[in-house]
């Protein structure tokens, strides 16, 4: 399924599924509980056969869900022309959800002829019955220019309004225009007051935003970041680890400590994250707090070149053609030097050895770097 910039919006079951088994208690099930019933357990093919007869019936409900249904990533069920043809039905009984999803199919051409005008008639119908995923929507496409001219204070306008019914995907909309300055002047106390709102709900993509905006934007906070990428929400996550191990490397930080930096660096490496690897490969290899050590350096710089971290792989070069902690090889560090060119090292810092290299090891070198990438980087050396 198509990742719209849009919060897409996914039908409220959880109220459905209280309703129903509210009405367990007083009555017996409908046959659209038993349809809620079983998208909620997620049999969608008995959901579907069960929605039918009821959309076709004209229930505004039933022909929402529906539509969800063919609007899946199911190879069986997808089926975009009759997703936009059951939003239709719903949305033009004036249910606002299915209003929502089928300007986004307008917008984007899913299921249907692309037609942005269509797409923004039926946000702004939605929007203005107060849908909040609408609302947030119709945000972006002002800020964006998606089927109406860029105008940054409808935009904030709209965002407010989604923002206003706690609508956690707005509060970034909103910190983000506070941030860059987007037909405001840029507002600290907002993006933070806005970071904070998701923050408080214990979202972890909140409190790293908001860690990030302390340690990266003057002037800058680096304990309060320490603070939100410590918190217990954040236990396990590798970008906060390394960001924490960061921070305490930072020169210009005054209660720097360079241990706890390799510390915090080394947990989000052996977390699998790719520049905290590459972080902890340059510590050795320059020794910064601790002894130069090649052999560690090497280690973790391979870790990272695997996973295609291209810096990582351009020190890998550097290993190989200089001799440290490794025995000199021309044919590694020419292919460790081409996999990080294509990978995004700035082709300026070329430095080629196919001058001194023999035919032989320049078809070795072309036979390796075809097996690393075939092998997806597992077979590189």
């Not at 053609?321 to 021309?330: E, I, N, P, V």
Request: contains cysteine; charged residues 20%; negative net charge.
């Amino acid at each position: 399924m198509r990742q719209y910039p849009f919060i897409k919006v996914i039908l409220n079951i959880v109220t459905l599924l209280s309703a129903y088994i509210l009405s367990t208690h007083l009555s017996l099930a409908t046959p659209l509980d038993d349809a809620h019933r079983a998208f909620a357990s997620g049999n969608h093919t008995l959901a579907k056969d069960l929605y039918l007869p009821l959309a076709e019936a004209g229930n505004a409900e039933a022909q929402a869900h529906l539509a969800e249904i063919y609007n899946t990533d199911d190879s069986v069920l997808r089926d975009l022309p009759k997703a936009v043809f059951w939003f239709l039905k719903a949305a033009e009984q004036g249910l606002a959800i299915a209003q929502t999803n089928l300007a986004t199919m307008y917008l984007y051409g899913e299921g249907t002829e692309q037609n942005v005008w269509k797409a923004v008639d039926w946000m702004l119908k939605a929007a203005n019955q107060g849908d909040a995923a609408a609302q947030n929507n119709l945000g972006i496409m002002y800020r964006d220019a998606l089927g109406v001219n860029r105008n940054y204070e409808e935009a904030l306008k709209w965002f407010d309004l989604a923002v206003k019914q706690d609508y956690s995907p707005a509060f970034r909309n909103v910190a983000d225009m506070y941030r860059l300055g987007q037909g405001v002047a840029k507002n600290r106390y907002e993006v933070i007051r806005m970071y904070r709102k998701g923050a408080d709900k214990g979202d972890p993509a909140f409190m790293m935003a908001l860690a990030q905006f302390y340690f990266t934007t003057a002037p800058k906070d680096y304990q309060e970041a320490i603070v939100w990428l410590s918190k217990p929400e954040m236990e396990g996550n590798a970008l906060a680890l390394e960001n924490i191990g960061v921070i305490y490397g930072m020169d210009d930080n005054a209660f720097k400590d360079t241990e706890k930096s390799l510390w915090y660096l080394q947990r989000a490496g052996e977390l699998g994250h790719a520049h905290a690897q590459l972080n902890v490969g340059v510590v050795y290899y320059k020794g910064i707090g601790v002894p130069v050590d090649y052999q560690q350096a090497y280690h973790w710089f391979l870790k990272a070149a695997k996973q295609k971290e291209p810096t990582a792989q351009y020190y890998l070069k550097a290993i190989y053609s200089k001799g440290q902690g490794r025995k000199t090889d021309l044919v590694k560090a020419q292919v460790w030097e081409n996999l990080s060119f294509e990978n995004g090292v700035e082709a300026g810092l070329r430095d080629s050895f196919l001058h001194e290299m023999t035919a032989k090891q320049k078809t070795q070198a072309e036979t390796l770097i075809a097996l690393c990438k075939s092998s997806n980087y597992a077979q590189c050396e």
